[in-house]
């Protein structure tokens, strides 16, 4: 069974920056794609960003591009985002989530999430 865990939320100001961490269990992190979901209070869950296992490949949803970047480190079986210039709307519990191989879209692993607050 794969688990995930998020760490490095927190409270930062308006402009400030945060990186995210997930880790992941199991041996084969590599071959499977990563994202990052968030869902802020009373709002439904949004997506992030994805990165092939390889790294080659991100996407990035269009109200953090150019803002956020995701990275990851195959040797610690880590996720990153990192997240720069953060506003305001930023502010949601950010989530990991795991690809499944064959179905792309559908996530079949998910960590518990971390809390960002960004103050304005």
């Known amino acids: 069974q794969v688990q995930l865990v998020e760490s490095g939320g927190g409270l930062v100001q308006a402009g400030g920056s945060l990186r995210l961490s997930c880790a992941a269990s199991?041996?084969?992190?590599?071959?499977?794609?990563m994202a990052w979901f968030r869902q802020a209070p009373g709002k439904e869950r949004e997506f992030v960003g994805t990165?092939?296992?390889?790294?080659?490949?991100?996407r990035y949803a269009d109200s953090v591009k150019g803002r956020f970047t995701i990275s990851r480190d195959n040797a610690k079986n880590t996720v990153y985002l990192q997240m720069n210039s953060l506003k305001p709307e930023d502010t949601a519990v950010y989530y990991c989530?795991?690809?499944?191989?064959?179905?792309?879209?559908?996530?079949?692993?998910w960590g518990q999430g971390t809390q960002v607050t960004v103050s304005s």
């Open positions: 990165i092939s296992g390889s790294s080659f490949s991100t």
């Open positions: 199991g041996r084969t992190f590599s071959s499977y794609t």
């Open positions: 989530a795991q690809e499944n191989r064959a179905l792309a879209g559908r996530y079949d692993h």
